[in-house]
Every structure is written in C-alpha cells, then in structure tokens.
C-alpha cells in the first residue's frame, strides 16, 4: 500500500512545475509533466483552482468561448478528419481542449451531439462489451502498475474514458465494477 502524499508535497510539486512553466500549471500539464497526477490534488483540495490557490498561485482564467465557435471548430474537425473527432484528435489536431468542450457540454458526447456528430461514436460505443472494457481497465492498471486515470484511459488505453461514462454512469463506477480505486 502506498502512503498518501502529504499537502506539503502537493503544494511543493506544484510550485516546483509553476517555475519550471514561469506560469500555474493546467491540470493537464501536471498531469503530463508534474511530479503526482491531479488526481491527488482534487482529493485533497477539492478542485484544480483550490489547489492552486492554497499554492498562492493565481488560476489563470480564459474568456469564455462561444458556444457557437465550439461547435464550428468540431464541425471543421470532423471534415477535415471525415469521421465524428475522438477526443484525443481535438486535443492534438483542433484549436480547443476536450476539457472545454466537457466542462461546457457536461461530456464530449454531449459536444458531439450538440454539434450533430454523434451518430457513430454512439452506435459505436455502445457495441462494446462491458466486460471487455473492464478487461481493458485491468490491463492498463498492469502497465500501469495502479489504477489508471480518465487522463491515462485517454492516452494510453485502447477506448476513450467517454465510454466508460457511457457504459457506467462515471469513471469512478468503472473503476467500482472492476475492482479497482484511485490512490
């Protein structure tokens, strides 16, 4: 069993990534280049914002987008890619995060609906086997040596974590049904 990472720890490796960047890092980037996954950060402190500010670091706050332009970008993407945009193809080949899209939507599904894309991504998910994307979870955690993250299911695992939402109700009823708990 692991010990749990102390608040000095978080808010040291925190402050650590925020000088190496010369700004407060995204969640993203702590997840990619950060010393603990956000993970830890949202148990301990509620939310990204909350942990940057027990961190002194000031949350850096976008203009809101319109909701038009983020459907125009998926829209653009998805004919240009001729096919409804996986999250990780927003997120390599489009101008917004996935995680904008989420946060205004309430999921990428919502966003592709909301765009008319979803059609495929619906049909598509919902032909996969419960039990192989718990198969799939259990996989991950082996290369992963712990349970994956949304993040890590995203980026390295072989189905978007959208399905898992789609399948279970969330991610952490995924990780419920098979087994498995977040540090």
Known sequence: ????????????????LAGELGRPPTRGEMEAD?????????????SWTAALKHAELKPKYRQ????????????????????????EEMATHGPFSPSTYRRR???????????????????????I?????????????RELGRPPTQ?????????????????FGSWNEALSKANLKLN
């Open 1 to 16: 069993m692991t010990r749990p990472i102390s608040k000095t720890d978080l808010l040291a490796a925190l402050k650590a």
């Open 129 to 141: 086997d419960r039990k192989e994307l718990l198969r799939a979870l259990h996989q991950l955690t």
């Open 64 to 87: 809101k987008i319109p909701e038009e332009k983020l459907l125009t970008e998926l829209q653009k993407l998805a004919d240009e890619l001729g096919h409804s945009p996986r999250k």
């Open 151 to 167: 993040s890590d299911m995203d980026t390295k695992g072989p189905y978007s974590s959208d399905v898992y939402h789609d399948r």
């Open 105 to 127: 939507f309430g999921s990428w599904r919502a966003a592709l609906e909301k765009a008319g894309l979803d059609e495929e991504s619906q049909q598509s998910s919902q032909r």
């Open 34 to 46: 950060g010393k603990y996954s956000a993970t830890p950060y949202y148990r301990e402190f509620g």
